[in-house]
């Protein structure tokens, strides 16, 4: 069982960066990739960035590669989102996922744990 907490959400105006954290519980971070999904109201989580286990192996999703980074720090059971060159499209409430295999995937239903979400607003 893997709990998960999100914080560095807030509102930040377009071209700004955040990074967002999220903190597992457990002693079985390690072993679980990671993701990070949002979600708009009324719309379905959609994918922004996944990363295995060790950290040597990342997805991004198209409108964010180049702008935001995944990282991990399993010492610290932390996983990490850094978001620059932020833009208004890119509101939403952030979701940090775990789910106990080696790769990460770019489907909400391939996870297993979620955290409660942290909100993001980019003003123009």
């Known amino acids: 069982q893997v709990q998960l907490a999100e914080s560095g959400g807030g509102l930040v105006q377009a071209g700004g960066s955040l990074r967002l954290s999220c903190a597992a519980s457990?002693?079985?971070?390690?072993?679980?990739?990671m993701g990070w999904f949002c979600q708009a109201p009324g719309k379905e989580r959609e994918f922004v960035a996944g990363?295995?286990?060790?950290?040597?192996?990342?997805l991004y999703a198209d409108d964010v590669k180049g702008r935001f980074t995944i990282s991990r720090d399993n010492a610290k059971n932390t996983v990490y989102l850094q978001m620059n060159s932020l833009k208004p499209e890119d509101t939403n409430v952030y979701y940090c996922?775990?789910?106990?295999?080696?790769?990460?995937?770019?489907?909400?239903?391939?996870?297993?744990?979620w955290g409660q979400g942290t909100q993001v607003t980019v003003s123009s």
């Open positions: 990363i295995d286990w060790t950290g040597g192996s990342t």
């Open positions: 996922a775990a789910r106990p295999y080696y790769t990460s995937r770019r489907y909400s239903y391939d996870y297993d744990y």
């Open positions: 457990g002693r079985t971070f390690s072993i679980h990739s």
